[in-house]
């Protein structure tokens, strides 16, 4: 007796062939379940990446623009200014942070890590400004600044 696959028409000797064949080549896959918890941490995960690359986008483009105070800064350290001050000092943050971006191009020395050059120098109060061979101690304005050195605000 000969038994037939109703699907392929495929011909088959015993009817545990036929079951056989049915079981692998038609049947029906189950569904899987949604793992919504897999769903939720690839979500995540994109949403860290995205963010993540578009902060690092934001942070280049803003590096790449030039600082508003540039020229006066380079003027400065043209002219041989020289601002003493440490890192820790309220002032010398102060001071520098008038510059932003700009203070970058500023004669800096930090006196913690130069302690017998700033003693030499005389500097007892952070920041002092050297220019033209003078000491100016405490945090100056920009307009000072420019009176001191010649610079163009």
């Known amino acids: 007796m000969e038994i037939k696959c109703n699907v392929c028409n495929k011909h088959f ?15 029906v896959p189950e569904k899987k379940k949604i793992s919504y918890k897999k769903i939720f941490i690839i979500t995540s995960i994109v ?3 995205a963010l993540s690359a578009l902060s690092v986008n934001s942070f280049i483009k803003n590096s ?3 600082g508003e105070y540039d ?12 601002i003493y001050g440490n890192d820790y000092c309220q002032y010398t943050i ?3 942070n008038f510059f932003g971006k700009s203070k970058k191009y500023l004669n800096y020395v930090k006196c913690i890590d130069n302690e017998e050059l700033c003693n030499k120098k005389g500097v007892e ?16 304005t920009f307009e000072a ?7 163009a605000v």
């Not at 000797?13 to 049947?27: D, G, I, P, V």
């Not at 109060?125 to 100056?140: A, H, L, R, S």
Request: charged letters at 20%; a positive charge; glycine letters at 6%.
């Open 13 to 27: 000797q015993t009817q545990e062939s036929l079951e056989q064949h049915n079981q692998m080549k038609h049947s």
């Open 47 to 49: 949403l860290i990446i």
């Open 64 to 66: 790449k623009t030039p």
């Open 71 to 82: 020229d006066f800064a380079k003027c400065l350290t043209e002219k041989g200014a020289v």
């Open 94 to 96: 102060k001071q520098l």
């Open 125 to 140: 109060t952070t920041p002092t400004w050297e220019i033209n061979g003078k000491m100016y101690p405490q945090v100056q």
């Open 145 to 151: 600044l420019a009176g001191f050195s010649g610079c």
